[in-house]
């Protein structure tokens, strides 16, 4: 009798013990950068956020980045204000989101710069894209740096462009996001 | 017995724990850091300062200047329209050129100038309740303060014996709500303080309610309206000469940067000064014009910062 409840509580503690476990492998950033780039012969347009938050799982290797589209800031006032109502729909899609699994498979207590890739999907003005993303992660201690840059292509995600502004929007819109994640306390 | 259950369940209890802790995954987390609350401000109720006649709750974005073209026609119809003017457009009721500018994102102010009375206006304009996503405010609220100063010659040696004559005021808090990407509504009280009144039995000072909306028809085309209140209110029935309540309708077109509306109104005039008191014709015999605005918006003191600098080749 008593030698089953020892036990019991043993199994109890160990995956107390788990708990802890799982809690320290996850990694957050809460202000990272993204910035968008637009280039036309007739106008380059840039925006930059440093409100996008990311989250890394890491003995699951998964990824999740999102970015509230309003907090994205363009010189132009009215330019912002017609990114967010005329094409990206900010009021009804808030969030753009990237969640995938990395490639290769990392050790997160060993530092130094790995290149990779991300699978998953990305949503942007609520239309799912499945996507392999490159990038570049680096680990020194307990601070996990990412970094990429990619396009999206605002067909692949319903966003339309009039013809009257054809010319000064590019059909395919590069990104770039970096930042520092720490562990979750 | 009873202890070993017990900790039969303790065990379960802190399995359960165990599994759903590692069970977490990435988006349940970044659903915690959801940061979507700090950018809830609803923008773009209207898409310009004035939404036909009437001011709304916009203001200008910081460092914008607006430059604002106004031209009101002659009565289509009655005895001042038809084909000998071209349905009133061979007439100029009143023409306006005025800029706004944006000290501010909540804080305009602006300066114009009107054909009719050589009326010069001057404004400011500070938005002081925004609409949130979440609710939690549930209106815009915008104040207005304008000035303004008849600049032409007198008609009669005593008209403006005394200079204050030449000024009004009017004090407008502006409310409105955008019910959905749609839809917009507006509700402004007013009041106009006058020197002088044409007729006698018309107060000086005038109380009015203005209504105001939007339906988009499209992402760029809107259709909008707005009707101020002030026979009924604080002006008496009978006066010697007729005088109405303003209602103007119009579909407002944006271009990004520019903004074209085309209205038709029964009131003569542009500036708020001038119409509330002063529109002396009827949607109903006749007295309704065409008129039109031109908006172009310039972007001043561009940022230093290469992250968001634009270039236009």
Not at chain 2, 74 to 99: C, K, M, N, P, Q
Request: hydrophobic share 40%.
């Amino acid at each position: 009798m008593n030698s089953t409840r020892n036990k019991l509580v043993w199994v109890a503690l160990l995956c107390l013990g788990l708990i802890g476990k799982a809690e320290a492998q996850n990694y957050v950033g809460k202000s990272l950068k993204m910035t968008i780039f637009s280039s036309t012969p007739v106008e380059d347009i840039k925006a930059a956020s440093t409100s996008a938050s990311a989250v890394l799982v890491a003995d699951k290797q998964e990824l999740a980045v999102q970015l509230p589209v309003k907090s994205l800031e363009f010189d132009k006032k009215l330019m912002q204000q017609h990114f967010n109502e005329n094409y990206i729909e900010s009021d009804k899609y808030p969030m753009a989101k990237f969640k995938g699994t990395i490639t290769p498979q990392l050790d997160w207590s060993k530092d130094g710069e790995y290149p990779v890739t991300v699978k998953g999907v990305l949503n942007v003005h609520g239309i799912d894209q499945n996507r392999t993303i490159a990038g570049k992660i680096t680990i020194k201690g307990n601070t996990i740096s990412i970094s990429s840059s990619f396009e999206v292509a605002c067909k692949d995600h319903q966003i339309k462009i009039p013809r009257l502004v054809f010319a000064k929007i590019a059909e395919v819109i590069k990104v770039t996001l970096q930042g520092t994640l720490e562990p979750l306390k | 017995m009873k202890k070993s259950k017990f900790f039969i369940y303790l065990f379960l209890v802190l399995a359960l724990l165990a599994m759903r802790a590692s069970a977490q995954t990435a988006e349940a987390l970044l659903s915690q850091l959801d940061s979507t609350k700090k950018f809830n401000k609803v923008e773009a109720t209207f898409k310009a300062t004035h939404v036909v006649l009437s001011h709304s709750t916009e203001t200008q974005k910081k460092h914008d200047l607006d430059l604002r073209i106004r031209h009101h026609f002659g009565d289509i119809g009655g005895e001042f329209g038809s084909a000998h003017t071209l349905y009133g457009l061979d007439v100029a009721t009143d023409l306006f050129i005025g800029l706004d500018y944006g000290l501010t994102d909540n804080l305009t102010v602006g300066f114009g100038r009107s054909k009719h009375d050589e009326l010069f206006n001057l404004y400011v304009k500070q938005k002081l309740l925004q609409q949130t996503t979440d609710g939690s405010m549930p209106i815009n609220l915008t104040f207005l303060a304008q000035a303004g100063l008849v600049a032409r010659k007198p008609f009669t040696d005593t008209e403006f014996a005394n200079y204050g004559n030449r000024l009004s005021y009017l004090i407008q808090p502006i409310f409105s709500r955008k019910f959905s990407q749609r839809i917009s509504l507006e509700v402004m009280p007013a009041f106009l303080i006058r020197s002088v009144s044409a007729d006698p039995n018309d107060p000086k000072n005038l109380f009015t309610l203005g209504f105001a909306g939007r339906v988009k028809l499209t992402k760029r085309l809107s259709f909008v309206a707005d009707y101020t209140l002030v026979n009924g209110l604080s002006r008496p029935n009978k006066l010697a000469v007729p005088l109405y309540n303003p209602l103007g309708i119009g579909l407002e077109i944006e271009t990004g940067g520019h903004i074209f509306s085309l209205n038709f109104m029964n009131s003569e005039y542009i500036n708020e000064n001038s119409f509330i008191a002063n529109t002396k014709k009827s949607w109903t015999d006749g007295g309704v014009r065409f008129g039109f605005t031109i908006s172009r918006n310039f972007s001043l003191f561009k940022s230093k910062n290469p992250d968001t600098k634009s270039t236009i080749y």
